[in-house]
Nanobody
Framework: QVQLVESGGGLMQAGGSLRLSCAAS????????MGWFRQAPGKEREFVAA???????????YYADSVKGRFTISRDNAKNTVYLLMNSLKPEDTAVYYC????????????????WGLGTQVTVSS
C-alpha cells in the first residue's frame, strides 16, 4: 500500500504561484506512477499531471493541455515526495488537488490509480 498526504494549497491571486507537495509512504512506493488530479465543485475529477515509475529519479512526465507550460511535476526520491509547481495560476485552476498513485495503464484516467490523498484546496482569485 501507499499512503499519500498533500500539502501546500492555499489562496493565491491570478498570476501567482504555488507548490503542492505529496508525501508518500508505504510498500513498493518506487513502483507506482504518481499523478495529480483536481476537482472543482460540481465537476468531475480531471487529470493534471503525472510522472511515471520508470525511475524515481528520471520518470517520464505527462500534462493536461490546460496546464502544460505552467505546471511542473517532479519527485524527490530521498524525501519520498512528489511536487506540483503551479505557475501563472488562473481562476479556473481553483479546485481541490489530489495526489494519486497507480500501477495500471492509463496515466490520464482516475480509474487507473489505486491510492489517493485527501486533497488540498487551491483557490485562485481574479
Amino acid at each position: 500500500q501507499v499512503q499519500l498526504v498533500e500539502s501546500g494549497g492555499g489562496l493565491m491571486q491570478a498570476g501567482g504561484s504555488l507548490r503542492l507537495s505529496c508525501a508518500a509512504s508505504g510498500r513498493t512506493f518506487s513502483n507506482y506512477r504518481m499523478g495529480w488530479f483536481r476537482q472543482a465543485p460540481g465537476k468531475e475529477r480531471e487529470f493534471v499531471a503525472a510522472i511515471s515509475w520508470n525511475s524515481w529519479n528520471s520518470g517520464n512526465t505527462y500534462y493536461a493541455d490546460s496546464v502544460k507550460g505552467r505546471f511542473t511535476i517532479s519527485r524527490d526520491n530521498a524525501k519520498n515526495t512528489v511536487y506540483l509547481l503551479m505557475n501563472s495560476l488562473k481562476p479556473e485552476d481553483t479546485a481541490v488537488y489530489y495526489c494519486a498513485a497507480g500501477r495500471r495503464p492509463g496515466a490520464y484516467s482516475p480509474e487507473s490509480y489505486d491510492y489517493w490523498g485527501l486533497g488540498t484546496q487551491v483557490t485562485v482569485s481574479s
